[in-house]
């Protein structure tokens, strides 16, 4: 059986025949990659570090993975021709199988205004300029870590937005977006790397894959946190006429600390004005002495309806207070998490039929699953990774496309280099630019891995300019940010 990480089969078939298409006497390919535009005008960079160690380091060229290439590309073309077996070779005497790229990039968790440069990629051996777009279709999937943290950070955006206008604080912002994806993604490592993705915003996650992924790609020991939560079977195998003893096994099983029960499975308002806030009442305050908090989940219907009933009827069960920008809360010891139906797309209507009844964000916690890891692709934020540099016959050229019949996928023109102006990023094509002002950092080169950033790092990079300055205020003994709006 294959080595499924044989870097030599892990390419579109059409780049095994580009070595014998790139003009006489190329040595030197030069491409990058960036975000031409799409759903959001921003992208926060991510992932290439897990692809640059999980592919790329060390030796990845040997005999055993050319041998199997040259098989498989023999029986794939019907034709023994194709297969550059000599290039392959050279890289495996040459270099020891380590591949003669150099690779920039900006910082991971730097947020870049879309169509400019995010890494460029070239050969560093003259003797083979191709090397440099066959790692093409492997590094363009940094598409899939950008395009996840970039939505889950606009939606942490929009919830941090309502949590200034409608709640005391914003502490508990990294846990208000939970995610739910696993089971909805295409694959363990989609989960791995998506899962991650969404922790450089938030710390609530179902999703073990991502927290494994991070200890061993971003040197963080644990990143993300979850609590004991039914599921329906937990409570629907209890049968219908005993959802009482089900809600109360929970609360007895899980005494202390954070507990999420599913309560849609029958009537989630009678489960809400009935069981809950009549009959476990007592169980729940109690519960609630030691500091611990029952999170109810509803799991269907139209998300602000069925939300903002389910906090009427808590409400009226349980009591309010009004915070100080005069939105009802619930007691300290009850929460809601609504887990169906949340996207970037749904969120802020969902949240703005909920401030309208009076309610406070800070009531609430969201679940996603789909809309946060697999709901995106290449296109959301249309990325793509081109040619802007060569070296033919010693002479160096830019290189671009200029389609007249889209003038959207026109590509930059020669070396390139991403500068701050006027705090404005800026790419600067055809060697333009300042080599001191260059925020392209060397990540890669022949094999060896140059840069590394923690998870940490990469999430003080990536934070919001809102939890900055509350921060800085919180520091500085003033007033979080106000809303412009504030209910009074």
Known sequence: MGDPNNVLLCTDSYKVSHHLQYPEGTSFVYSYFESRGGKFPTVTFFGLQYILKRYLQGQVVTEEKIQEAKEIYRLHFNNENIFNEEGWRYILQKHKGHLPLRIKAVPEGTTVPCKNVLFTVENTDPHVPWVTNWFETMLVQTWYPCTVVTNSRAMKEIIAEFLVKTADNIAGLPFKLHDFGFRGVSSVESASLGGLSHLVNFQGTDTIAGLVTARKYYSCEMPGFS?????????????????KEAFA?????????????????????????????????????????????????????DPAEVVVKVLD????????????????????????IQGDGIGYDTLRGILTDIADSGWSTDNLTFGCGGALLQKVHRDTQKFAFKCSYCVIGGLGKDVYKSPITDPGKNSKKGKLMLEKENGTYVTRQGGTGTPEKDLLVPVFENGRILQEYTLDEIRERAELDIVREASKNLENGTREPESSDDKS
């Open 227 to 243: 609590i004991p939560a039914a599921e329906h079977s937990t409570i629907t195998t209890w049968g219908k006429n005993h959802e």
């Open 249 to 301: 096994n929970m609360l007895a099983k899980f005494p202390r600390g954070l507990v999420a029960v599913v309560s849609d499975s029958f009537d989630i308002y009678n489960a809400c004005q009935n069981v809950w806030g009549t009959e476990l009442r007592d169980m729940v305050i109690e519960r609630g002495k030691s500091k611990s908090c029952l999170v109810i989940r509803p799991d269907s219907g």
């Open 313 to 336: 009827i808590l409400g009226n069960c349980f009591g309010t207070t009004v915070n100080s920008k005069g939105y009802k809360m619930l007691p300290p010891y009850l929460r809601v």
